[in-house]
């Protein structure tokens, strides 16, 4: 019997992407999760997308309104909202709270410049009625720059020890290199499973 999970554990860690993760934790056939994806203009939010689709990186604009990535697999269809981070943009960002089941939020942890712009942020999106209790996935994304604040600098700086009304985890990353984004979203797809249930 050991043999067996161990077996198990082993092709877990051996297969890599979402959607290995989705077929795991599948509760019920067709569920529909919608994943709302923001955060500041050049935080590598389209680049993140792209690195969970395994679609070429090389070639990235800025978003000037959103992309949207849909997967179906194993009964889940996974929607990813990526919505344009530029100033004029956030706004138009409540205009796609509605039914959000998780909330992932990209930081630039080289850009210590504008910490307290994106925390202010932030801070507007968890007084949002329409996402209170989502659970929240903070990339700390571009911890591959010699720059990069740590997680847990990023985490005091956002004061995120004074979240109480949901579930978060902030998780340190590289959108271009890929590192510590499965990680991430192995916490988002367990709380997927938890929350849909």
Known sequence: MKRLSDQRSATFLSDKGLLSVLRRLKHSPEQEVRILLLGLDNAG?????????SEDIN???????FNIKSVQSQGFKLNVWDIGGQRKI????RNYFENTDLLIYVIDSSDRKRFDETAQELAELLDEEKLSMVPLLIFANKQDMMTAATAAEIAEGLNLHTIRDRIWQIQPCS???????????????????????
């Open 45 to 53: 939010k389209t680049t993140l997308l792209k690195q969970l689709a």
């Open 59 to 65: 070639h990235i604009t800025p978003t000037q309104g």
């Open 90 to 93: 956030r706004p138009y960002w």
């Open 175 to 197: 959108a271009l290199t890929a590192e510590g984004v499965q990680d991430g979203m192995v916490w988002l797809c367990r709380n997927i499973a938890t929350r849909k249930k």
